[in-house]
């Protein structure tokens, strides 16, 4: 089982930045290159929805509500995944979590909470 450390959230005002790291300490490093590394995010009262993503090939793709303040990163070799999310909104407000998906498994992470204010 693939366990993720996720860090970097907080609570800061509009406006403001944050950076979040997820860190896999079990999955190898080949399962880990070839995953396409996704962070989900679910604010109170929604469902969970796909904010990035990453693949291998280091393609991205991002929400519509986040392109332009949101990038996501990673790097095989610390088996981390990145997510700098600039010009923080209160809507930015949930839990964030990481995935990494492959033909090996599905692997999530714990969840870390973001909180914007106005």
């Known amino acids: 089982q693939a366990q993720f450390v996720e860090s970097g959230g907080g609570s800061v005002q509009a406006g403001e930045s944050l950076r979040l790291s997820c860190t896999s300490s079990r999955m190898i490093l080949s399962t880990y290159s070839i995953s396409t590394l996704n962070w989900y995010r679910q604010g109170p009262g929604n469902q969970r929805e796909l904010v990035a993503s990453i693949t291998s090939a280091r393609n991205t793709n991002y929400a519509d509500s986040v392109k332009g303040r949101f990038t996501i990163s990673r790097d095989n070799a610390k088996r981390t995944v990145y997510l700098q999310l600039d010009s923080l909104q209160p809507e930015d407000t949930a839990v964030y979590y990481c995935?990494?998906?492959?033909?090996?498994?599905?692997?999530w992470g714990q969840g870390i909470q973001v909180t914007v204010s106005a």
């Open positions: 995935n990494a998906v492959s033909d090996y498994g599905d692997y």
